[in-house]
């Protein structure tokens, strides 16, 4: 059952002048919330903007006791409603429904999970990589970003215990150019006898080729699509992705919100998905 | 003590006047987990043809200043696989479910009210004759005075249950296609449905909906919303179902003051799933503010006498 509360910003942590953390005080979604799972905020409190917006549930926030006291959010400023959360200081309240969405379904040792993220489709991959730890998985994660400073909380996940790959297309980290590549060549030097599972979020170019890169390997791959969303609860039918069930059926148009926004890669129609 | 929030749209009693609106709720199961659905007034369902359909591509919304377009195309599963597979879960949960229906052709309205008449659980069917995002059927009944007529009077000869054709907007004169409604023998009228708009990308010239037009909704429509309801209001003496940008127990109060029996709220709940209780005691705070004891008393109690004086002195 999805909550809505009126959840307080403990901080919004500028990391550049696109990227930002929101810290939001919601105890009882951060309690709920599972890998891979997104909430649905609003960026004012008026009419204008009047939609709320999908975030990936970030961090899980703990108290000194360690129990969940809220989450947080990447954000990066791409539209007005992405803008004002910018922009939202400590103190103010943001309308925070949630958790929503199927989560990422985390593999257990010995199979290892590969994590692929490219700019801010490192959203939900701090939820994965704690679950991972708490299951023993060994996990990696390929990141890729235009540049160095771009390339946010990779000591996060190094303290996760996970393996870190990094690229930038400016070559100031890590290979450069896309993650794409170190990635393909992890995957040719794979063993046949591993089990990976690869779980991706990023710029649809970037999924579409790993997706592409996944199937030639025959690995498993989920996918974790950014679509455009009215409403996050399967109401509106706005966030649709054309998907095929069995590669012979006929393809049809799915709700990300509640069929997602997780999905198995091969299922997705990736010559149609434009955003 | 409480005051009586209920209304009666003919023969079809509603335990308040709050309807979630047709497309803006899914088929209704999808916020059960969130929403008591036995404590609306109805829930109408997401449109529905005969057949599966896919809708358009996306994008299929877009934001616009307190509102949003949409071109969804009625994607659905269809009226046989709703009566199998929806409506013994909204039976379950004690829903007063209005279906939303909609044909290319007035043999294809027939045959859906004909087979939701057989099925058990529905209390009402709205006839979509006003979706501006299809090109076949539908809207072409909605803005023709004579095809209105037809479809409606159709239907009707086929159902017992309460007939509520749904009206467009995009009409010079929407009290005209009321009262086409009333004299093929509706049993109320619902309106408005979204009005036609567009958006474009000027850095792309690019229309922002893969269908280029889309519907408006939200709370920027409702001024004319209200005052369609109103100019009905005078020319039937049908229940009718005003919709158009409600988010608040004011917007509600606004509607039926305007002449409106009961209301659809739609965009509001994608906004706020969780605002049906919070309307239920904005609608309970306000009777009891002015000693109201039924709130179907309110309906069409516009107090004009003093703009009348105005209009005659100016």
């Not at chain 1, 996940?157 to 393996?163: A, W």
């Not at chain 2, 922002?208 to 004319?224: D, E, W």
Request: charge should be negative; aromatic fraction near 6%.
């Amino acid at each position: 059952m999805p909550l809505d509360v009126n959840a307080v910003v403990l901080e919004n942590r500028r990391l550049s002048d696109a990227y930002s953390v929101l810290l939001l005080d919601a105890p009882a979604i951060a309690a709920a919330v599972q890998p891979g799972q997104f909430v649905m905020l609003k960026p004012s409190h008026g009419t204008d903007p009047l939609l709320r917006r999908p975030f990936s549930v970030f961090e899980v926030l703990r108290n000194a006791d360690g129990a969940p006291s809220g989450i947080s959010i990447l954000n990066k400023k791409a539209g007005v409603g992405t803008s004002l959360l910018y922009d939202v200081e400590r103190g103010a309240t943001i309308a925070c429904l949630g958790p929503l969405g199927r989560p990422f379904e985390a593999v257990r040792p010995p199979s290892e999970a590969w994590m692929v993220a490219g700019g801010v489709g490192l959203a939900p991959f701090v939820t994965l990589a704690t679950r991972l730890q708490q299951l023993g998985t060994p996990a990696t994660l390929f990141y890729g970003a235009r540049t160095a400073s771009e390339l946010y909380y990779v000591d996060l996940f190094e303290r996760l215990g996970v393996h870190t790959v990094l690229a930038t297309e400016d070559g100031t980290r890590g290979t450069t150019g896309r993650v794409t590549a170190p990635l393909g060549e992890a995957l040719q030097a794979s063993g046949d006898d591993a089990s990976i599972r690869l779980y991706v979020c990023g710029p649809t170019p970037m999924m579409r080729a790993v997706a592409r890169l996944a199937a030639e390997h025959e690995r498993a791959c989920d996918v974790s699509l950014e679509q455009v969303m009215g409403c996050g609860m399967g109401g509106c039918y706005s966030c649709v992705v054309l998907t095929r069930d069995q590669p012979s059926a006929a393809p049809h148009f799915v709700r990300s919100c509640v069929d997602g926004p997780v999905f198995d890669s091969r299922r997705i129609v990736w010559e149609v998905l434009s955003h | 003590m409480t005051s009586d929030l209920s209304v009666s749209i003919g023969a079809w009693r509603l335990t308040n006047p709050l309807i979630a609106a047709s497309g803006c709720f899914g088929y209704g199961v999808e916020y059960a987990d969130a929403v008591d659905l036995a404590s609306l007034g109805g829930v109408a369902v997401k449109g529905l043809f005969l057949k599966e359909r896919e809708g358009h591509p996306p994008p299929r919304i877009v934001e616009t200043p307190s509102g949003m377009l949409n071109a969804i195309g009625l994607q659905g599963i269809g009226v046989h696989r709703f009566v199998a597979e929806k409506l013994p879960e909204l039976r379950a949960l004690r829903a007063a479910v209005l279906v939303n229906i909609c044909g290319t052709t007035i043999d294809e309205y027939v045959e859906l009210a004909r087979i939701l008449s057989d099925a058990e659980g529905v209390a009402a069917l709205e006839l979509n004759i006003s979706c501006p995002n299809i090109k076949e059927g539908g809207i072409t009944f909605g803005c023709s005075l004579t095809g209105t007529h037809a479809v409606v009077s159709a239907v009707r000869k086929v159902t017992r249950l309460p007939v509520i054709p749904k009206l467009t907007p995009n009409v010079t004169d929407v009290a005209s296609f009321a009262r086409a409604a009333e004299e093929a023998g509706a049993d109320a009228v619902s309106l408005v449905n979204t009005f036609l708009a567009m958006a474009i990308d000027v850095e792309t010239r690019r229309p922002r909906l893969s269908n280029i037009v889309g519907g408006l909704s939200g709370p920027a429509i409702r001024p004319i919303a209200v005052r369609m309801v109103y100019e009905c209001r005078q020319a039937v003496r049908l229940p009718i179902i005003g919709m158009g940008g409600i988010a608040t127990a004011s917007d509600v109060l606004e509607f039926l003051i305007a002449g409106a029996n009961a209301v659809q709220v739609g965009t509001a709940n994608f906004v706020d799933p969780l605002l049906w209780p919070k309307l239920l005691a904005g609608l309970q705070d306000y009777m009891q503010r002015h000693g109201l004891t039924r709130i179907a008393e309110l309906t069409g109690t516009l107090d004009t006498s003093r703009e009348e004086h105005a209009w005659i002195s100016s």
